[in-house]
């Protein structure tokens, strides 16, 4: 079965530091997004992405967080000076349509910020 | 807006038991519904998903969602449940229109022998 996969799986980072998680989405896939869970707390999205630019994004996403797909696989998270708050598992997803297609979920990276 | 509720963090039931998880929606639209699991240490896994049609959705692992408009819930249940179903359980909602899915607070369903 076609997979999501999330590079790192856990990365430790001082406070301050900048951060990109990388995700290959499956190979048809159009729609690109990226979710993330801080310990005990919901899953929020973050961002969505299509045809090489944001389609939608959370007040979560603000100007210390973007995203780029800089070749025809991957698809990146760049954290700018990361805060403790930064902390939590990030997840990648991608979907071949639009919401109410499956949404497949990569394993998650799980960011420390020290 | 859209948001989703789940009744119980944690949920314990015993082996071979019914599992009946909880969950309820508000949506000013129609609404896309799923249910996820995550496994320990792993990612998020599809379990079912309603869109239109059918309001009983039948998934993996014999686990099957019924949607009621009524009572805007969608309770994910098994029958019979078994060791290997331990884990979280999240249900989430979107739009036709959305590309997020805004999502519960997570369910943790444990397993007594």
């Known amino acids: 079965e076609p997979e999501v996969t999330q590079t790192p799986s856990h990365q430790v980072t001082q406070m301050g530091q900048e951060v990109i998680l990388r995700c290959v989405p499956i190979?048809?896939?159009?729609?690109f997004y990226w979710y993330r869970q801080i310990l005990g707390q919901k899953v929020e999205f973050l961002v969505s992405?299509?045809?090489?630019?944001?389609?939608?994004k959370s007040e979560i996403f603000d100007d210390q967080f973007s995203v780029e797909r800089p070749d025809g696989s991957n698809f990146t998270l760049k954290i700018r000076s990361t805060k403790l708050e930064d902390s939590a598992m990030y997840f990648c997803a991608s979907s071949g349509d639009q919401a109410g297609n499956t949404i497949y979920f990569g394993e998650g990276s799980w960011l420390t910020v020290v | 807006a859209q948001s989703v509720t789940q009744l119980g963090s944690h949920v314990s039931v015993s082996e071979g038991a019914l599992v009946l998880l909880r969950c309820n929606y508000s949506s000013s639209v129609p609404p896309y519904l799923f249910w996820y699991v995550q496994y320990p240490n792993q990612g998020l896994q599809l379990l079912l998903k309603y869109t239109t049609g059918a309001t009983l959705v039948k998934g993996i692992n014999g686990f099957e969602a019924e949607f009621k408009k009524s009572e805007t819930s969608f309770h994910l249940t098994k029958p019979s449940a078994h060791m290997s179903d331990a884990a979280e359980y999240f249900c989430?909602?979107?739009?036709?229109?959305?590309?997020?899915?805004?999502w519960g607070a997570g369910t943790k369903l444990i397993i007594k022998p």
């Open positions: 190979s048809n896939h159009l729609y």
């Open positions: 992405f299509y045809n090489n630019e944001i389609s939608e």
């Open positions: 989430a909602v979107s739009v036709p229109s959305n590309y997020q899915l805004i």
